[in-house]
C-alpha cells in the first residue's frame, strides 16, 4: 500500500466516523479548532497527519485511535 492509498484509507475512516457520529464537517471543523476545508482535505487523504493529530481527531470522535487506523 503507497503513502497516498494510506493517507485515503485514513481520510475515508475519519469521514465514516465523522458521520456515524452525525457531526457535519462545519462541527466536527469547530470540535478540533480547525477550518471546515482542513477537515476537508483530511478526508480526501490531501492532508498527512501526525500521530499526535490522528489522536486529537480519535479523541474528538470518542473513539479509540485503532478505529482510524483499519488499514483492510
Not at 494510506?6 to 478540533?32: H, I, P
Request: hydrophobic letters at 40%.
Amino acid at each position: 500500500m503507497t503513502k497516498d492509498e494510506l493517507l485515503k484509507q485514513l481520510g475515508r475512516n475519519v469521514k465514516a466516523e465523522r458521520v456515524r457520529k452525525g457531526y457535519s464537517q462545519d462541527t466536527f471543523a469547530e470540535l478540533l479548532n480547525v477550518t471546515r476545508s482542513h477537515i476537508s482535505k483530511i478526508e480526501c487523504g490531501g492532508e498527512n497527519m501526525s500521530i499526535a493529530k490522528i489522536l486529537e481527531v480519535a479523541r474528538a470522535l470518542n473513539i479509540h485511535i485503532s478505529g482510524l487506523l483499519r488499514f483492510d
